[in-house]
Protein backbone atom coordinates (compact mmCIF):
# COMPACT_ATOMS: atom_id res chain seq x y z
CA UNK A 1 0.00 0.00 0.00
CA UNK A 2 1.67 3.26 -1.35
CA UNK A 3 2.56 5.66 1.39
CA UNK A 4 2.58 9.64 1.77
CA UNK A 5 3.22 11.15 5.40
CA UNK A 6 3.61 14.47 6.44
CA UNK A 7 5.64 14.97 10.05
CA UNK A 8 2.48 16.93 11.40
CA UNK A 9 -1.63 17.66 10.76
CA UNK A 10 -1.84 20.88 12.37
CA UNK A 11 0.53 23.22 12.97
CA UNK A 12 0.41 27.03 14.84
CA UNK A 13 4.07 28.68 14.35
CA UNK A 14 3.99 33.16 15.15
CA UNK A 15 5.13 35.63 12.15
CA UNK A 16 8.76 35.66 11.53
CA UNK A 17 9.43 32.28 12.73
CA UNK A 18 11.30 29.46 10.22
CA UNK A 19 8.78 26.64 9.51
CA UNK A 20 9.80 23.03 8.40
CA UNK A 21 7.24 20.88 6.64
CA UNK A 22 8.88 17.37 5.84
CA UNK A 23 6.99 14.59 4.02
CA UNK A 24 8.36 10.77 3.52
CA UNK A 25 7.16 8.50 0.52
CA UNK A 26 8.02 4.73 0.73
CA UNK A 27 7.50 4.10 -2.77
CA UNK A 28 10.88 5.07 -4.44
CA UNK A 29 9.54 7.49 -6.33
CA UNK A 30 12.02 10.32 -7.93
CA UNK A 31 9.37 12.74 -8.33
CA UNK A 32 7.96 14.93 -5.27
CA UNK A 33 5.87 17.95 -4.61
CA UNK A 34 4.54 20.62 -2.46
CA UNK A 35 1.24 22.62 -3.02
CA UNK A 36 -0.96 24.66 -1.03
CA UNK A 37 -4.86 24.42 -1.08
CA UNK A 38 -6.58 27.55 -0.92
CA UNK A 39 -10.54 27.87 -0.78
CA UNK A 40 -11.55 28.83 -4.45
CA UNK A 41 -8.09 28.85 -5.34
CA UNK A 42 -7.85 24.81 -5.75
CA UNK A 43 -4.17 23.38 -5.63
CA UNK A 44 -1.18 25.46 -6.46
CA UNK A 45 2.56 23.82 -7.06
CA UNK A 46 5.31 25.57 -4.82
CA UNK A 47 8.48 23.73 -5.65
CA UNK A 48 9.14 19.71 -7.22
CA UNK A 49 11.93 17.92 -6.98
CA UNK A 50 12.54 15.29 -9.87
CA UNK A 51 15.74 13.64 -8.01
CA UNK A 52 18.05 14.09 -4.77
CA UNK A 53 18.99 17.40 -4.47
CA UNK A 54 17.43 18.30 -7.82
CA UNK A 55 14.60 21.11 -7.50
CA UNK A 56 12.61 23.29 -9.70
CA UNK A 57 9.61 26.17 -8.80
CA UNK A 58 6.41 25.77 -9.12
CA UNK A 59 3.52 28.42 -9.51
CA UNK A 60 4.16 30.02 -6.05
CA UNK A 61 7.67 29.20 -4.81
CA UNK A 62 8.13 33.13 -3.22
CA UNK A 63 8.87 32.60 0.29
CA UNK A 64 9.17 29.38 0.58
CA UNK A 65 12.37 26.83 0.13
CA UNK A 66 12.52 22.97 -0.41
CA UNK A 67 15.33 20.27 0.51
CA UNK A 68 15.23 16.86 -0.67
CA UNK A 69 18.64 15.44 0.63
CA UNK A 70 17.49 11.51 0.62
CA UNK A 71 14.68 10.33 -2.21
CA UNK A 72 12.33 9.48 0.21
CA UNK A 73 11.77 13.10 1.80
CA UNK A 74 11.16 16.30 0.68
CA UNK A 75 11.07 19.28 2.85
CA UNK A 76 9.42 22.41 2.56
CA UNK A 77 10.89 25.43 4.52
CA UNK A 78 8.81 28.74 5.26
CA UNK A 79 12.36 31.01 5.95
CA UNK A 80 9.98 33.81 7.71
CA UNK A 81 6.08 32.59 8.24
CA UNK A 82 3.84 35.66 7.26
CA UNK A 83 0.02 35.65 7.69
CA UNK A 84 -0.54 35.01 4.37
CA UNK A 85 1.15 31.72 4.57
CA UNK A 86 -1.86 30.10 6.48
CA UNK A 87 -3.31 27.15 4.39
CA UNK A 88 -3.45 23.45 3.98
CA UNK A 89 0.11 22.04 2.24
CA UNK A 90 0.08 19.12 0.71
CA UNK A 91 3.21 17.12 0.04
CA UNK A 92 2.65 14.26 -3.26
CA UNK A 93 4.81 11.80 -5.10
CA UNK A 94 4.89 10.18 -8.33
CA UNK A 95 6.55 8.02 -10.49
CA UNK A 96 7.49 9.68 -14.31
CA UNK A 97 4.15 10.82 -15.44
CA UNK A 98 1.86 8.58 -13.36
CA UNK A 99 -0.58 9.90 -10.63
CA UNK A 100 0.28 11.50 -7.74
CA UNK A 101 0.10 9.92 -4.23
CA UNK A 102 -0.83 13.07 -2.05
CA UNK A 103 -0.43 13.22 2.30
CA UNK A 104 -3.07 13.64 4.50
CA UNK A 105 -1.84 17.52 4.49
CA UNK A 106 -0.54 19.94 7.00
CA UNK A 107 -2.83 22.83 8.13
CA UNK A 108 -0.77 25.21 9.07
CA UNK A 109 -1.86 28.74 11.03
CA UNK A 110 0.27 31.72 11.01
CA UNK A 111 -0.31 34.01 14.00
CA UNK B 1 -3.43 32.91 -15.90
CA UNK B 2 -5.39 30.05 -14.74
CA UNK B 3 -4.51 27.18 -16.95
CA UNK B 4 -7.54 24.45 -16.03
CA UNK B 5 -10.51 25.84 -14.92
CA UNK B 6 -13.97 24.29 -12.91
CA UNK B 7 -16.41 27.35 -13.56
CA UNK B 8 -18.88 25.50 -10.95
CA UNK B 9 -17.61 25.56 -7.68
CA UNK B 10 -20.35 23.56 -6.29
CA UNK B 11 -23.18 21.22 -7.37
CA UNK B 12 -26.11 19.66 -5.66
CA UNK B 13 -27.14 15.99 -6.83
CA UNK B 14 -29.83 13.52 -5.75
CA UNK B 15 -28.53 9.63 -5.12
CA UNK B 16 -29.09 7.30 -7.95
CA UNK B 17 -28.69 10.28 -10.62
CA UNK B 18 -26.09 11.38 -12.82
CA UNK B 19 -23.13 13.79 -11.64
CA UNK B 20 -21.28 15.84 -14.34
CA UNK B 21 -18.61 17.56 -13.57
CA UNK B 22 -16.69 19.87 -16.03
CA UNK B 23 -13.08 21.41 -16.66
CA UNK B 24 -11.50 23.27 -19.27
CA UNK B 25 -8.38 24.06 -20.29
CA UNK B 26 -6.44 26.98 -22.63
CA UNK B 27 -3.09 25.16 -22.70
CA UNK B 28 -2.55 23.00 -26.01
CA UNK B 29 0.12 21.45 -24.83
CA UNK B 30 -1.04 19.06 -21.82
CA UNK B 31 -1.72 15.76 -22.84
CA UNK B 32 -2.97 13.57 -19.96
CA UNK B 33 -5.50 14.34 -17.70
CA UNK B 34 -6.59 13.67 -14.59
CA UNK B 35 -9.56 13.97 -11.91
CA UNK B 36 -9.17 13.67 -7.89
CA UNK B 37 -11.39 13.31 -4.94
CA UNK B 38 -10.68 15.13 -2.03
CA UNK B 39 -12.32 14.60 1.60
CA UNK B 40 -12.46 17.58 4.48
CA UNK B 41 -9.07 17.17 6.25
CA UNK B 42 -7.36 14.24 4.52
CA UNK B 43 -4.97 14.42 1.05
CA UNK B 44 -6.56 14.25 -2.34
CA UNK B 45 -6.85 10.47 -4.18
CA UNK B 46 -6.38 9.73 -7.67
CA UNK B 47 -9.51 8.94 -9.77
CA UNK B 48 -9.32 8.19 -13.04
CA UNK B 49 -7.05 9.39 -16.16
CA UNK B 50 -7.13 9.95 -19.70
CA UNK B 51 -4.76 10.48 -22.29
CA UNK B 52 -5.27 12.69 -24.94
CA UNK B 53 -4.76 9.64 -27.57
CA UNK B 54 -8.84 8.92 -26.47
CA UNK B 55 -11.90 10.25 -25.72
CA UNK B 56 -13.23 8.12 -23.07
CA UNK B 57 -12.28 6.72 -20.21
CA UNK B 58 -13.99 4.33 -17.82
CA UNK B 59 -13.81 2.77 -14.58
CA UNK B 60 -17.11 1.39 -13.14
CA UNK B 61 -19.22 4.52 -11.84
CA UNK B 62 -16.83 6.81 -13.41
CA UNK B 63 -16.39 7.96 -17.35
CA UNK B 64 -13.95 10.90 -18.16
CA UNK B 65 -14.68 12.45 -21.80
CA UNK B 66 -12.26 14.30 -23.44
CA UNK B 67 -13.54 16.86 -25.72
CA UNK B 68 -9.76 18.24 -26.99
CA UNK B 69 -11.02 20.73 -30.09
CA UNK B 70 -13.47 22.24 -27.05
CA UNK B 71 -10.65 21.95 -24.71
CA UNK B 72 -12.80 20.54 -22.68
CA UNK B 73 -13.14 17.28 -20.08
CA UNK B 74 -16.43 15.83 -17.82
CA UNK B 75 -16.29 13.46 -14.92
CA UNK B 76 -19.53 11.33 -15.20
CA UNK B 77 -20.51 9.74 -11.64
CA UNK B 78 -23.52 6.79 -12.37
CA UNK B 79 -25.06 6.18 -10.18
CA UNK B 80 -24.39 8.83 -7.61
CA UNK B 81 -23.78 7.84 -3.82
CA UNK B 82 -23.75 9.69 -0.50
CA UNK B 83 -20.44 9.02 -0.22
CA UNK B 84 -19.37 10.26 -3.33
CA UNK B 85 -19.86 13.74 -1.70
CA UNK B 86 -16.21 15.35 -1.85
CA UNK B 87 -14.33 18.22 -3.54
CA UNK B 88 -13.09 17.12 -7.22
CA UNK B 89 -10.36 18.48 -9.16
CA UNK B 90 -9.19 18.16 -12.28
CA UNK B 91 -5.71 18.26 -13.28
CA UNK B 92 -3.62 18.16 -16.65
CA UNK B 93 0.10 17.39 -17.40
CA UNK B 94 1.54 18.47 -20.48
CA UNK B 95 4.91 17.36 -21.88
CA UNK B 96 7.66 19.39 -22.26
CA UNK B 97 9.50 20.03 -25.31
CA UNK B 98 13.04 18.28 -25.37
CA UNK B 99 11.99 16.86 -22.33
CA UNK B 100 9.97 15.61 -19.60
CA UNK B 101 7.14 17.51 -17.22
CA UNK B 102 8.81 15.17 -14.45
CA UNK B 103 4.41 14.73 -13.84
CA UNK B 104 4.12 18.12 -13.15
CA UNK B 105 -0.10 19.08 -12.76
CA UNK B 106 -1.50 21.91 -13.18
CA UNK B 107 -4.88 21.61 -10.96
CA UNK B 108 -8.38 23.42 -11.14
CA UNK B 109 -10.09 24.86 -8.59
CA UNK B 110 -12.33 22.48 -7.33
CA UNK B 111 -16.13 21.37 -7.54
CA UNK B 112 -17.73 20.34 -4.56
CA UNK B 113 -20.19 17.74 -5.37
CA UNK B 114 -22.70 17.48 -2.65
CA UNK B 115 -25.21 14.33 -2.86
CA UNK B 116 -28.51 13.91 -1.54
CA UNK B 117 -30.04 10.74 0.12
Known amino acids: DVKVTQSSRYLVKRTGEKVFLECVQD?????MFWYRQDPGLGLRLIYF???????EKGDIPEGYSVSREKKERFSLILESASTNQTSMYLC??????????FGPGTRLTVT | DQQVKQNSPSLSVQEGRISILNCDYT??????FLWYKKYPAEGPTFLIS?????DKNEDGRFTVFLNKSAKHLSLHIVPSQPGDSAVYFC????????????????FGQGTILTVHP
Open chain 2, 50 to 54: ISSIK
Open chain 1, 92 to 101: ASSLGRSEQY
Open chain 2, 27 to 32: NSMFDY
Open chain 2, 91 to 106: AASAHRAGGTSYGKLT
Open chain 1, 27 to 31: MDHEN
Open chain 1, 49 to 55: SYDVKMK
